[in-house]
């Protein structure tokens, strides 16, 4: 077990100005590389916002979101490791994927520590959701939503377990969009229990 460290919580900027997140390093997670240069068009993750900001403006940011990505792989935190969260709505993953079953439980107890705020954790890896919903439950005030990484393919249904897909068309799409540019803090179709189960926004 590592020695004791603080989880970096990152104040966010441009459509998540306003908010608070959690985040790990895209940079060194091997799904989020692999994706990343897999070559496809039609994938979003090769149009990764996250990879070109870490990359280069954001680069500072990197080793703290590294931090993070070593603690949630190292071993389930301690109550005293879990930060209180004094916000009404939180993010999970504003950079980076989930790395593993005990990454996504550290976040699970995340959120059932701090039940006064609702979190949503955006993920591709349904896999190891599918694996951690087998042996535990996710709090209440956590929102899975499912990243479908196929740009104009839109999911309608969430995968089981998620309470939301999110997706990508092209600019130009005909497809009715309801992510438009505003902020989230404003807008929050995401981050409550009571709206939309399917999110449409134009790749940038």
């Known amino acids: 077990m590592s020695q004791f460290k603080t989880i970096h919580i990152s104040t966010m900027s441009g459509k998540l100005q306003g908010l608070r997140a959690i985040s790990t390093n895209t940079l060194t997670n091997p799904f989020c590389i692999k994706q990343n240069t897999s070559g496809k068009a039609d994938n979003i993750c090769t149009k990764c916002y996250s990879v ?11 080793p703290a979101l590294q931090r993070n990505s070593d603690l ?13 969260i004094n916000e009404r709505i939180f993010r ?65 249904t969430p995968p089981e377990g998620f309470q939301r897909t999110f997706n990508n068309v092209s600019k130009g799409s005909t497809v009715v969009q309801n992510c438009t540019g505003q902020r989230c803090i404003d807008c929050q179709l995401c981050y409550k229990h009571d709206t939309t189960n399917t999110i449409v926004e134009a790749v940038k």
């Not at 070109?52 to 990197?62: C, D, E, G, P, V």
């Not at 949630?72 to 209180?84: A, K, N, Y």
């Not at 980076?96 to 107890?109: C, D, P, R, T, V």
Request: aromatic fraction near 8%.
């Open 92 to 156: 999970f993953s504003a950079h980076g994927e989930l790395i593993s079953e005990m990454h996504a439980e550290n976040l699970f107890k995340i959120a059932s520590l701090n039940t006064g705020c609702t979190f949503s954790l955006w993920t591709k890896r349904k896999d190891i959701i599918k694996k951690l919903l087998k042996r535990m439950t996710k709090p209440e005030n956590l929102i899975l939503i499912y990243s479908n990484p196929t740009i104009d393919k839109v999911m309608t």
């Open 52 to 62: 070109n900001m870490l990359s280069t403006f954001r680069k500072n940011t990197a």
């Open 72 to 84: 949630f792989t190292d071993h389930l935190l301690t109550d005293r490791e879990v930060p209180f």
